[in-house]
């Protein structure tokens, strides 16, 4: 079965930090660009950062650039997203999604010709 599953999500304190992990089965990352985005509340998507498994390439948004790093374990086909610093305003619904290759567009990554999609993991970031 082709999936992707997130998991980590949880409550922090602001200015304190939680490791997401996107884990796939039924493929393999290493021929895909696998994807972070987050939605918030009332919000549209946010393509957060994107790893491409071709050639290890990161990719960051502004908003979160210098403060969360993509990162991919090839031994357990899982990407990973370590964010620190964090801020009220990272809190949303983090989704992990393979694709084709990434782009940065008006300062938030973009996936194309996305293929598979995970079902979130809650992030909320509040004292």
């Known amino acids: 079965q082709v999936q992707l599953v997130e998991s980590g999500g949880g409550l922090v304190q602001p200015g304190g930090s939680l490791r997401l992990s996107c884990a796939a089965s039924?493929?393999?990352?290493?021929?895909?660009?696998i994807a972070w985005f987050r939605q918030a509340p009332g919000q549209e998507r946010e393509g957060v950062s994107c790893?491409?498994?071709?050639?290890?390439?990161?990719y960051y948004a502004d908003s979160v650039r210098g403060r969360f790093t993509i990162s991919r374990d090839v031994t357990k086909n899982t990407v990973y997203l370590q964010m620190n610093s964090l801020k009220p305003e990272d809190t949303a619904v983090y989704y992990c999604?393979?694709?084709?290759?990434?782009?940065?567009?008006?300062?938030?990554?973009?996936?194309?010709?996305?293929?598979?999609w995970g079902q979130g993991t809650q992030v909320t970031v509040s004292s």
């Open positions: 039924g493929f393999s990352l290493d021929w895909y660009a």
């Open positions: 999604a393979a694709g084709s290759f990434c782009t940065v567009v008006a300062g938030s990554t973009t996936l194309h010709e996305s293929r598979y």
């Open positions: 790893f491409v498994g071709s050639d290890s390439s990161t």
